[in-house]
């Protein structure tokens, strides 16, 4: 029967033996009052309100859906209720300013609770999903009155956000906007409309809506820098209602207990955050956040679908395998877990779930860094790993989440493909999330053209300077330099060719990305390995953790390391030309 573990053991050998957080936390005054123990309660009861309270939500969300009534949305039975659980339990505010009526937690715990709300009910978790990134621009951006109306409703989670940028005509071309914002004469805006793909755009799940909506003043330049920021909320401060209205909800492949609307703006009163036709570099703090928590969806969705799939093929029995493990009975049938076809795709299930969790992990830590490091130059070497972390955790994982849950299908077999297997929900679920958010080609291109090429390499360099320190140790740790070398020849030669052929780099992004992702993946078993090592050398008492994890370091080592030579030789392929389609090239306009 299809169900939800959190993986607790594994988050916490995480967080305290390969990350050792704990000790980093004591180094930076705003988490210095947080150890291990502690953190590990949080982390449990927050495993307890996944797997109790919104997984038994899931399946049943995903048959009943959202429905729209005269303009009001109507979510799934039981998401409202687990909605208030999740607001009186403080969740919304786990990792926001105290200041701000927040717990000032690490963003690190932040990202261990959204992996295990994704891997849950990743359709219910659509709904709070933005609340942290609403909070970041409403910290750093809003007028004192704005924040002093709006900042703690949105630190609490008693109201939700969206982020309004998506138009028919402007899906990743934010250029190409043009909803309009006119200025009024008591400072506010009306703002005028069609936003789609809104996520969360319309609920019954709390009493006022913060709708942050990009938009164009009257005057502004074309293109991205003409964009401005508005806050339009569903409810004004005097109880009226605004003139933002849900016209649709979408009929959507999966996650169909979040109601992703059509949403139109009719003359709406909003308020400016931040300066003028500066809308979208204070949108990037709330973009940021959503990438990485679209990472960590994809990494809720390769767990589930991991340990699901290894529970299936440890109780199915079909024919016989060609080898026992020693001391097992003969039967009629063995456990489909002991075919090494399976066998091969459970060891890759897990080998890839957790080396995805450290890299995830990695980038919520350097998120805490870049803010509380002591050291000025500590969080200045943060805040560019989490720079080049954020695109590859966002790619990387929402791909192995979908292929990975695509694969673990393939245990059941028929039965896979069949809705009560649960299975095919999360191969549903899991498709868009390497679409929204920057699809992971745009992402690809972020990476290598605005954070690798400009400055030579030099951040990247860093970045692998620092993930092979982070190998240091284990038995495999000059095999992996050598791979990180060769990344960084990639890199220099991406620079030196894209002279030639500006092109190149965009045809070996998505190929340049993944051999970066695959790199920092070996470095984060090799420093798993290492510290499973040192926990069996101190005599910890759960042996059979650290020997599994061992287990899973070398499967990787053997059966994985080939990715990234592969990678590589991709981006050099990429050097041929790539012809435009026949029926593209004939529909180019005449000059």
């Known amino acids: 029967m299809w169900r939800y573990d959190p993986p607790l053991r ?50 049943p969300g995903d048959a009943a859906g959202c429905t729209l009534d005269a303009g009001q949305v109507r979510t799934p039975p039981g998401y409202r209720a687990a909605y208030l659980a999740f607001v009186d339990g403080g969740w919304p505010a786990l990792a926001c300013d105290p200041a701000c009526g927040g717990q000032g937690l690490p963003q690190l715990l932040n990202a261990a609770l959204y992996e295990m709300l994704a891997a849950a009910n990743h359709g219910w978790t659509m709904y709070p999903g933005l609340l942290h990134g609403a909070y970041e621009v409403l910290h750093a951006h809003a007028t004192p009155e704005l924040r002093e ?15 309004c940028l998506t138009e028919p005509h402007a899906g990743s071309d934010l250029g190409l906007l043009r909803t309009r914002a006119e200025p009024q004469a008591d400072g506010s805006f009306t703002v005028t409309g069609q936003k789609i793909f809104i996520s969360g755009g319309d609920h019954d799940l709390t009493d006022n809506i913060v709708h942050l909506v990009l938009a164009r003043l009257s005057g502004a330049p074309a293109g991205t820098k003409g964009l401005s920021l508005l806050l339009v909320p569903k409810w004004l401060p005097d109880g009226q209602r605004n003139a933002v209205h849900c016209d649709a909800i979408e009929h959507k492949m999966g ?44 990494l809720g969705h390769l767990e589930v679908a991991t340990q699901n799939a290894v529970r299936y093929a440890v109780e199915r029995a079909q024919s016989r395998a060609p080898r026992r493990p020693e001391g097992a009975a003969a039967a009629p049938a063995d456990t489909i877990a002991w075919h090494p076809a399976v066998r091969r795709t459970l060891w890759t299930l897990q080998a890839r779930t957790e080396g995805a969790r450290v890299l995830a992990y990695w980038a919520a830590q350097a998120l805490d860094e870049s803010a509380a490091h002591p050291e000025p130059g500590g969080r200045a070497a943060a805040a560019d790993r989490a720079s080049l972390l954020t695109p590859v955790v966002k790619s990387l994982l929402t791909e192995l989440g979908h ?21 095919e929900q999360v191969v549903r ?79 070996a992004a998505d190929d340049f990305l993944a051999a970066l992702g695959e790199a920092l993946l070996a470095c984060a078993w090799a420093r798993s390995e290492v510290a499973a090592r040192n926990a069996l050398a101190r005599g910890a008492p759960d042996v059979a953790f650290y020997q599994a994890k061992l287990q899973r370091a070398r499967f990787q080592a053997d059966y994985l390391g080939g990715e990234l030579p592969r990678r590589l030789a991709a981006v050099e392929r990429a050097r041929a030309e790539l012809p435009f389609l026949p029926e593209a090239a004939a529909a180019a306009p005449a000059r």
């Open 429 to 507: 679920d899991s498709r868009v999330a390497m679409i929204y958010e920057g699809t992971n080609e745009i992402q690809a291109i972020d990476l290598l053209l605005r954070k690798v090429l400009p400055d030579g390499g030099q951040r990247l360099n860093a970045l692998l300077d620092w993930a092979g320190a982070q190998a240091e140790g284990a038995p495999q740790a000059q095999r992996l330099r050598l791979g990180l070398q060769a990344v960084r020849e990639c890199a220099d030669s991406l620079v030196q060719g894209a002279a030639g052929d500006v092109e190149w780099p965009y045809r």
């Open 10 to 59: 594994d988050m916490r050998f995480v967080i305290d033996e390969v990350l050792e957080a704990p000790r980093a936390w004591a180094a930076m005054p705003a988490f210095d009052a947080l150890d291990a123990d502690t953190a590990a309660e949080v982390l449990a009861q927050a495993g307890r309100f996944a797997a109790e309270v919104l997984a038994p939500l899931n399946g």
């Open 403 to 423: 292929t990975g849950a695509d694969q673990a299908l393939g245990i059941w077999g028929g039965h896979g493909y069949i809705r009560e297997s649960g299975i």
């Open 149 to 163: 109306r709006y900042l703690e409703p949105v630190t609490s989670g008693r109201w939700l956000s969206t982020m």
């Open 255 to 298: 996650l169909k207990g979040s109601a992703t609307c059509t949403m139109r703006f009719e003359a709406a009163t909003g308020w400016l955050l931040g300066e003028p036709h500066r809308g979208l570099a204070a949108m990037f703090l709330m973009m940021n956040a959503a990438r990485l928590h679209v990472g960590l969806q994809g």
